[in-house]
């Protein structure tokens, strides 16, 4: 599944980015869709992810109460909503998708980049 981010940019702490990732598919009918992101020096990790057939999302504990996820089934688009952004969520941001059968992300976009700075 081809999948393009977008919406990175340098923010204050307190404030707010959304990030966008278009797959370029038919339909997500049966997958998971997914964010990652890496910090400078550090791993790559877990953010939240969406099963895509009900909408259902999943946030780590990081981000929990501060991100959320949507989606336009129409677009095949899911859009991260970073909200009281710390220094320490400056990284890249991956989307990434798997189908509902695989136990793996087996597709992944270039990432876009969010920094949070005063």
């Known amino acids: 599944v081809p999948l393009v981010e977008s919406g990175g940019g340098l923010v204050q702490p307190g404030g707010s980015l959304r990030l966008a990732c278009v797959a370029s598919r038919p339909t997500l009918r049966n997958y998971i869709m997914g964010w990652f992101r890496q910090a400078p020096g550090k791993e790559r990790e877990y953010v939240a992810s969406?099963?895509?057939?009900?909408?259902?999302?999943v946030y780590s504990v990081n981000v929990k109460g501060r991100f959320n996820l949507t989606r336009d089934n129409a677009k095949n688009t899911l859009y991260l909503h970073m909200n009281s952004l710390k220094p320490e969520d400056t990284a890249v941001y991956f989307c990434a998708a798997r189908h509902g059968e695989e136990s793996t992300y087996d597709s992944w976009g270039r990432g876009t980049k969010g920094a949070v700075s005063s």
């Open positions: 969406m099963i895509w057939n009900t909408g259902d999302p």
